[in-house]
């Protein structure tokens, strides 16, 4: 079975997330809540965002970069697509968090293509 970037993001994504809420077993499935959004930009495909337990990842494929950011909104994070997926995974910045796993509106910035 061929993985695509796409699969990889997504299983990455879930490993952080289950790593910095606690889920430290392999069996638990955090997967189930995960909303994946496309991002359209001028009626162009422009990326994709996934939310899980109140985190954010945002993939912006012209740049062909990843952004993460916390329950909080804030950025933990930024590398390459090639290197999210390819690089073992690294729990950004302090884990477990302490707060409550919800999902929490954050506006994000608007991004303007050159």
Not at 38 to 47: P, V
Not at 82 to 110: G, K, L
Request: with cysteine; charged share 20%.
């Amino acid at each position: 079975m061929n993985v695509t970037p796409v699969d990889a993001v997504r299983k990455n994504f879930c490993e952080i997330v289950r790593r910095r809420t606690g889920m430290i077993t392999s069996s638990t499935t955090v997967e189930s809540g995960m909303l994946e959004t496309t991002l359209i930009r001028n009626g162009s495909y422009c990326g994709r965002r996934f939310s899980l337990h109140g985190y954010s990842l945002i993939w912006f494929i012209d740049e062909q970069q990843i952004k993460l950011y916390a329950q909080d909104g804030s950025l933990l994070d930024t590398k390459s697509v090639h290197d999210f997926c390819s690089s073992p995974i690294r729990v950004p910045v302090s884990a477990p968090d302490t707060a409550p796993a919800t999902e929490t509106s954050v506006e994000f910035p608007v991004r303007r293509a050159a």
